[in-house]
């Protein structure tokens, strides 16, 4: 499976995530969507995983959830947006990801791409940045990459000044 992670658009869709994320099988957003057409645009590419931030409102909050977990070929997947980071998560959250045990967790919010094998909690960490222009991040990013089995690869990012 091809997968796109995006978080912190912010109201904006960079024109190049259709091009970007084309062929993909699923887009995670990781939330601060703030434009209650954007899961319907990028819904045109394929299937949208998406959750609510902390900017969005009532809109966003009715056609998405605070949390996802779900399958993804071998791989759980934890979905959030305030999550922390490896060594500093949020101590509230880091029990509600323990207790579904993924293999992959997806945050957004801090506006910092990092993607980060978490050997002490044994799974990926993924936070794909902030591809929207509000906010303190002064690059662009967001990722693709694939899942097969178990193996993850291919990963690619999308990285430009803001």
């Known amino acids: 499976m091809k997968i796109g992670i995006l978080s912190d658009t912010h109201g904006y869709l960079h024109p190049e995530i259709f091009n970007f994320f084309k062929g993909c099988d699923e887009i995670w957003h990781a939330g601060d969507i703030l434009s209650d057409s954007m899961i319907e645009e990028l819904s045109s590419i394929c299937k949208v995983r998406a959750v609510w931030g902390n900017c ?30 490896p060594a500093n998560y949020d101590s509230e959250t880091l029990k509600q990801i323990k207790q579904h045990k ?30 929207g222009r509000f906010g303190p991040h002064i690059r662009l990013t967001f990722l693709i990459f694939e899942i097969n089995g178990k193996e993850i690869s291919n990963l690619k990012v999308w990285d430009e000044p803001k």
């Open 102 to 131: 993924p293999s992959i967790v997806v945050a957004g919010h801090s506006h910092i791409l990092q993607v980060i094998a978490d050997k002490k909690n044994n799974w990926l960490f993924i936070n794909p940045g902030a591809a």
């Open 56 to 85: 969005d409102d009532w809109g966003i909050r009715k056609q998405c959830n605070e949390i996802e977990v779900f399958d993804c070929d071998e791989h759980k997947v934890f979905l959030k947006h305030i999550i922390g980071r």
